[in-house]
């Protein structure tokens, strides 16, 4: 992984979660925030870093992706949720503000669906695992790895300083195929959760839903099979961003920002909430 993808103030430690060694990044101080990444993490987390202006931000890194272990019997959503709230009660985290990116969208869905009383508030951006009729053409599984950054963003430019010059790099190409092992393991035989739509309605804390308007990894039409199931549910687009739309738009990085420091502790002591 670059270096740059996770800069100062980003402090690295390894958690022991029933075995396996879990990397978490954490960055800032007060009332904690759990990012959950995507299904790679090659990008790093700098766009993240504004967000711990505010909060104690923890990334942690999901089992058999990039640096953390792997248990080939993790192969469900349960599992992870199991994972995480060990890891959870590890880092003695009890009350969270949750936000969740394509996969990590997912999990977070169903942990929060599990675990409502710890999540305080939700934001769920470009998640995957909800069947629609929109999707990108072509089997991701069987898409080269040296073609798949190109598919998400609008402007190339955004990802490009995180991509090896050499686009047949052996190390980085070996990481992805590793990291689509593991989405294989959860989605080869179907690559959408079945039963979690039926339990959105769980979802009663705050949630915000975000999507760039250019994804073509999950076209921003999948939106409304979370409109139409979570109840207490913001949305909002961003123009020129793709599915990697935290990367490609500030504008997006901010709105997360301010949703979640709505019934902060410091909002509350500044008279910013109303």
Not at 24 to 37: I, K, M, N, Q, T
Not at 165 to 180: Q, S, T, V
Not at 224 to 229: I, Y
Not at 249 to 262: G, I
Request: aromatic share 10%; hydrophobic share 40%; net charge neutral.
């Amino acid at each position: 992984m670059p270096a740059q993808s996770f800069p100062a103030p980003y402090k690295r430690e390894t958690v022991n979660v029933n075995g396996l060694k879990t990397t978490v990044y954490s960055a800032g101080r007060g009332e904690p925030l759990v990012f959950f990444h995507g299904a790679g993490i090659w990008h790093g987390a700098s766009f993240a870093l504004p967000w711990a202006d505010k909060f104690r931000l923890i990334f942690p890194i999901h089992p058999g992706l990039d640096e953390a272990d792997d248990d080939p019997a993790m192969n469900s959503a349960h599992d992870y949720v199991i994972h995480y709230l060990d890891l959870f009660d590890a880092l003695g985290l009890e009350k969270i503000r949750l936000v969740g990116f394509s996969l990590g969208g997912w999990l977070a869905a169903n942990l929060a669906v599990h675990q409502g009383h710890r999540v305080e508030r939700l934001v769920l951006v470009g998640p995957a695992g909800l069947r629609g009729k929109e999707m990108p053409k072509g089997d991701l599984f069987l898409l080269p790895p040296e073609q798949l950054p190109s598919l998400l963003v609008s402007n190339f430019d955004t990802i490009k300083p995180y991509l090896p010059d050499n686009p047949k790099d052996l190390d980085f190409i070996g990481a992805r195929y590793r990291e689509g092992g593991t989405l294989a393991r959860l989605w080869w035989e179907k690559p959408y959760d079945t039963k979690l739509p039926r339990y959105l309605h769980r979802l009663t804390m705050p949630t915000l839903l975000i999507w760039g308007e250019d994804d073509k990894i999950l076209p921003m039409q999948n939106a409304e099979l979370w409109r139409q199931a979570i109840p207490k549910l913001q949305f909002q687009t961003f123009k020129r961003a793709g599915h990697m739309v935290l990367d490609e738009s500030r504008d997006a990085v901010n709105a997360v920002q301010k949703f979640l420091s709505q019934g902060s502790a410091l909002s509350r002591h500044t008279g910013n909430v109303r």
